[in-house]
């Protein structure tokens, strides 16, 4: 790509790229004897969220047998830190959102990389809470 062309789509990018979302990356952890899942703060990202029709039909998914109708949301980031199965708290104006969402897949563009990176998302519709412990910033679910 002409790197001015690539240079000019940064900068419109940053233009409409303008929350924040709180990124974080299951781990595990032992916990005495046992392992424990756990989901730690990795990055606060620049971040831009919103809705999509599910009659595009590559965003289209089958769950146990049934094809879903539901609005699925994409997320568009500025920096490459965000991966299949990270969860994210959105920060719009300013605000924490009550709301957490999951990264279903690996960006979408690829070709698009180093200007923006965009991925489908899942709501997740379980109470959470963010913790701070030991200096690491933690999700705890409660569900």
Known sequence: MNPLLRKKLKQIARSVIKD???VFRRSRERVGLEWK???ILVAEAKAH???VDTTDTRLQTIENGKESSEPIMKGMFLDDLVKTGDRI???IGGIRSDMMVEVMAKPISP???GIHYESPLKMMDIP???VERDAVTYLETEG
């Open 37 to 39: 899942e756990t989901f």
């Open 49 to 51: 969220f919103y809705t």
């Open 111 to 113: 070709s698009l990389q």
């Open 128 to 130: 959470f809470k963010v």
């Open 89 to 91: 708290i959105p920060i």
């Open 20 to 22: 924040d979302a709180l």
